[in-house]
């Protein structure tokens, strides 16, 4: 499996950016997601994390679509965070901003993480909502 995290097309609104968390089968045999990713922004070049982890969102896990991936196949699973700058955007007060090195993405159902480096990005170090994310979906 391999993962990646892009801006998507469109992919800016007042106060919020969003993303595609995409899943790559690299395997040589077809895997099965379901659900929502867990993703997370660590930081401290030890990937500690920092603040809280994407809300889930997208309805309950029984009305989440398995996606079948055959070998070399993707699937992507959206993700929001608020524009929060260097100064906390529309959190500012709430959100302490601190510089980050990447992100952590778990596959759904799977306790093996992925780190994806991103440069310049920035994180709500304290316990603020600022992400959400989505079930994968074909």
């Avoid at 391999?2 to 007042?14: F, M, T, W, Y």
């Avoid at 889930?56 to 055959?70: C, E, F, H, K, N």
């Avoid at 992100?103 to 310049?120: E, L």
């Amino acid at each position: 499996m391999a993962v990646s995290v892009a801006p998507s097309e469109g992919g800016a609104a007042a106060g919020s950016v969003f993303f595609a968390v995409t899943f790559t089968n690299t395997g040589s045999a077809s895997c099965k997601l379901r659900g929502a990713p867990g993703v997370s922004v660590v930081g401290d070049g030890n990937g500690t994390q920092l603040g809280n982890a994407a809300a889930r969102s997208g309805g309950a896990y029984d009305a989440a679509q398995t996606v079948a991936l055959a070998p070399g196949q993707t699937v992507s699973a959206p993700l929001q965070q608020v524009n929060i700058g260097s100064d906390g955007g529309p959190l500012a007060g709430s959100c302490t901003v601190v510089a980050g090195d990447g992100y952590r993405v778990y596959p759904p159902h799977s306790f093996t993480a992925f780190f994806v480096p991103s440069a310049g990005i920035s994180a709500c170090s304290n316990a603020v909502d600022w992400m959400t994310v989505g079930p994968v979906a074909a």
